[in-house]
């Protein structure tokens, strides 16, 4: 680039004067100011050049952000004097006196061509910088030299340069934070902030990956002119972004708070973070698939070649280093499969006529600890329509299988509000996406500690009856923060809409209502009240009313402290809220009647199945499709299976392993016994079941092979082994370990009751069922529920002669479930 000699700059007479007019003209801002700024230095050197006697074969050269032409008012000079041969050991002092003498920062550097690259090949820094290599002023030959040489070794060295700069990005990410989060950020080193703009930059002169470009100018620019400001009002060549600067960088900048500054910055900072991300898995796939290290071979060359638009032409020339072949696909869910370590959408899923695939294929991607593919959420977003109100019941259970895969949900969740499939799910999400906190104690923004509080959330689903009802009112519970008031009233009324909306029925919603409204008082009269004032206790049982809504705010009440920060929870807190709650299920459980619900009166088909059975002394069912009607769709759902069958030894495991073997999930099932004409004892099971990947069996299929599952023609146990064995392994993620208790006795008096929560999993309660039978204990009524990725049962148990277990029997038979749960 040839030095800048037109008439449109004054002259170099009185640069640090020029400089100061130009830093204080109210005109033009932003990007044009840092333009005129970098061309008015140009200028300047380019005129000490010439006066300082430089002899051919020398050069001037910008590099860095000044090197781009991004001068920040306060920014360094990164300058680079460039010679052949021999030079005048005066000619450096006689370009750098008159920079330092104008006060300006100066980082510089006096190299032959060999020098530099050299300097780059050991220094990634150095090399960064050169990549940005721009002529300034002298022979601009040797600049082009340089740059070209510069290119082609970072192209030809980026399989070993890129881990190297992935972990600098990670090492300053660990000192400073993200940005997205902090209420004093450092706009430039921080994770999300204008260091890993020039990291994906640099990524992209490398040919291997591109980043996601839409929206990644304009948040590198809001970064850009914060700086900028922040710089103009401290006077300091300063990067973060305190507290007692950010009233007047708004007003700079013409914004209306320093919330609202504190907002823009943090969605430019999540387009940054998430674009980094993106690219580098694009990176991390096509260096694996070059090392032979890569599980499977990519479809074509490069792995952006959708996702953005088609790849740039650097991707084309790039993608010939890529192996070819065909792609390994693995099914995660219905319409959802596993390539290149990311969740997409499988060749047959149809995102129009399926609004609830975000959701599942979030949830699928979540549970298997992966991430949903850029393409693939950009073409749901851009696809799928909202869901009906209120929510189908799939949508809102994999909600819950999202959030209830903790650690793991985060990555999903931060891809779907990239591109505002969050919002678009939850309208009132929008109030609190990127609202800061001014709070010492919170680390997070208000809807990043929603999320956390989820997360925390999700290792406490084994302590509640309602493991989904917890994971969502860790969600919900401080959307009232985006609304005038007190956010706890704010939050119940919104959460009853939302709650509504999401299909919850009318018991449930109140409890969710009174766990927002509350969410804060159990651990605010532990800390503010007397313990042993009777009033204490009343003040909390009046509030939550039943045992298991008193669970539900415990736990709920830690999870929010621990998403909070390390100083809202401690020893001594939890010691106080466990002593209150503790004496409040005291004082409710001598208000809670024992034993279980009396069960319905059976129907007409139910007692039908049953009489057919004790008459043929065989089994007899019934099978009732359920079509996706109240998802939009036509294709088959689920299942209502009945069956009757005479009692018998090991009936629950079998019948769950014939499901399992069909690829059927259990979503509730309930046992009952009945005696219809008095012949003996028969056990109706009514099941709901769903496909796991959308299609049913045959019903003349599912029928064979229950009738030979139990006549003992079919080795339920011995297929279901051979299947697992032969399907590839699959990474986890962390879950609660599962919890089997005995119910106290109160809890029945005809039985013994066996609790069981734990991780859903194929086969699962056909593991329960061969525990139980391998006991010798008979199931004389069971209730199943499936909440989200979560199954709470209770079994109510007899001994052989139809009598509740005694207590050491009862902890054998716990012990011997525990086992096969692993």
Known sequence: MASHTDDSHPGPADPAAARARLLTDPGPGGRARRAALSARTDDWLAALFASAGAPAGTAVVAVGGYGRGELSPRSDLDVLLLHEGRLDPALPERLWYPVWDSGAALDHAVRTPAEARAVAAADLKAQLGLLDARHVAGDPALTAALRSTVLADWRAGAAGRLPELRELGRERAERHGELSFLLEPDLKEAKGGLRDVVALDAIAASWLADAPREGLDAAALRLADVRDALHLVTGRATERLALQ???????????????????QVYEAARTVAYASDVTWRAVDRVLAARS??????????????????????AARRGAGAVARGAVERRPLAEGVVEQDGEAVLAQGARPASDPVLPLRAAAAAAQNGLTVSHATVRRLAAECRPLPVPWPDEAREQLVTLLGAGEACLPVWEALEAE??????????????????????????????????????????????????????ALLHDLGKGWPGDHSEAGEVIVRDVAARMGFDPESVETLAV????????????????????????????????????????????????????????????SLVDGLAARAAARLAGDTASGPEPA???????????????????????????????????????????????????????????????????????????????????????????????????????????????DGSLDVARRLAERDAAAPRRRGIPTPPPVVAVAPPVASANATVLEVRAHDAPGLLHRIGRALDGAGVRVRTAHVSTLGADVVDAFYLTDAAGRPLSARRAGEVAAAVRAALG
Do not use: Y
């Open 245 to 263: 600067d950010q009233d007047q960088v708004a007003e700079r900048l013409g914004v209306l708070d320093a919330d609202t500054l504190l907002r």
């Open 292 to 313: 032979g290290r890569g599980r499977r071979p990519l479809r074509r060359g490069f792995p952006f070649a959708g996702p953005f638009g088609g790849a740039s032409g």
């Open 515 to 574: 766990l927002v409204r509350h969410h804060l008082t159990l651990v605010d009269t532990a800390t503010r009240r007397d313990p042993d004032d009777p009033a204490t206790v009343e003040a909390v049982t009046k509030v939550v009313t039943t045992l298991p809504r008193l669970e539900l705010l415990r736990a709920l009440t830690e999870a929010d402290a621990l998403a909070t920060g390390p100083a809202a929870w401690s020893g001594w807190r939890a």
């Open 420 to 473: 505002g499939l969050i919002t678009r799910l939850l309208p009132d999400w929008e109030r609190v996406r990127c609202r800061p906190q001014r709070n010492a104690v919170h680390r997070w923004t208000v809807d990043r500690h929603l999320v956390e509080t989820a997360v925390r959330a999700a290792a406490m689903t084994r302590r509640v009856a309602r493991p989904d009802l917890l994971l969502v009112a």
């Open 600 to 710: 319905a009166a059976p129907t007409a088909e139910q007692e039908r199945l049953a009489v057919e059975a004790a008459r043929t002394g065989g089994p007899a069912l019934s099978l009732l499709a359920q079509t996706g009607a109240e998802t939009a769709g036509t294709e088959p759902m689920g299942v209502r299976l009945l069956l009757a069958v005479p009692d018998r030894p090991g009936l629950l495991g079998t019948v769950a392993g014939v499901l399992a073997l069909h690829r059927l999930a259990v979503r509730s099932a309930g046992l009952r016994e009945l005696d219809p004409i008095g012949a003996g004892p028969v056990l109706l099971l009514s099941w709901t079941v769903a496909a796991e990947f959308g299609e049913l069996p045959e019903a003349a299929r599912l029928r064979a092979d229950l009738r030979r599952a139990l």
